[in-house]
T-cell receptor, first 116, second 114 residues
Framework: AQKVTQAQTEISVVEKEDVTLDCVYETRDTTYYLFWYKQPPSGELVFLIR??????QNEISGRYSWNFQKSTSSFNFTITASQVVDSAVYFCALSKYGGATNKLIFGTGTLLAVQP | DVKVTQSSRYLVKRTGEKVFLECVQDMDHENMFWYRQDPGLGLRLIYFSYDVKMKEKGDIPEGYSVSREKKERFSLILESASTNQTSMYLCASSLRTGFSYEQYFGPGTRLTVT
């Protein structure tokens, strides 16, 4: 069965600190996609990144970076020099490759609070 | 930009009422989804649709039904609302081309059943 675990329920940091959000997944598929979404207090989930299982290169986008390691089934998300605007719930999700539909399996989310 | 809109941000209904939640997307996406979000449980898929009039059950379909008469619109129906259906409901849409594209979400409807 496919499963996504985000063990950190809540994280609180002070502005400018670096923070890493953990994501561990389980799947028997050899081909799959992983996603990160951000849900700010307004409620709408915002897509951040998609990574396929063949691409283990780390990704950096501004202050955001993602570390994908198949050996440990992890897809961790790091925010460098955090800002108050980063306060949100962050979800990691797993999807099955191909097919007519792309169902996502979400983790339970990590609430990040960045204090000024 | 993809735009997914939901008919209400907040809704209060009484037990036993029939409730309609509407979702509209403007990007000609084939796939549409309904999730509910509860604290500590993340997002759980209720129903999804990959084409007009086509629907499939998700992980928690009990107590819900859906309707997709037009490509851009996907409705979630609570036939007889119950208090355990108090939740945040999120609609999403995505392309369907054989690859696993990201889903785009609406702002959510917070439903309270009293």
């Amino acid at each position: 069965a496919q499963k996504v675990t985000q063990a950190q329920t809540e994280i609180s940091v002070v502005e400018k600190e670096d923070v890493t959000l953990d994501c561990v997944y389980e799947t028997r598929d050899t081909t799959y996609y992983l996603f990160w979404y951000k849900q700010p207090p307004s409620g709408e989930l915002v897509f951040l990144i998609r990574r396929n299982s063949f691409d283990e290169q780390n990704e950096i986008s501004g202050r955001y970076s993602w570390n994908f390691q198949k050996s440990t089934s992890s897809f961790n998300f790091t925010i460098t020099a955090s800002q108050v605007v980063d306060s949100a719930v962050y979800f990691c999700a797993l999807s099955k490759y191909g097919g007519a539909t792309n169902k996502l399996i979400f983790g339970t989310g990590t609430l990040l609070a960045v204090q000024p | 930009d993809v735009k997914v809109t939901q008919s209400s941000r907040y809704l209060v209904k009484r037990t036993g009422e029939k409730v309609f939640l509407e979702c509209v997307q403007d990007m000609d996406h084939e796939n549409m989804f309904w999730y509910r979000q509860d604290p500590g449980l993340g997002l759980r898929l209720i129903y999804f649709s990959y084409d007009v009039k086509m629907k499939e059950k998700g992980d928690i379909p009990e107590g819900y039904s859906v309707s997709r008469e037009k490509k851009e619109r996907f409705s979630l129906i609570l036939e007889s609302a119950s208090t355990n259906q108090t939740s945040m409901y999120l609609c999403a849409s995505s392309l369907r081309t054989g690859f696993s594209y990201e889903q785009y979400f609406g702002p959510g409807t917070r439903l309270t059943v009293t």
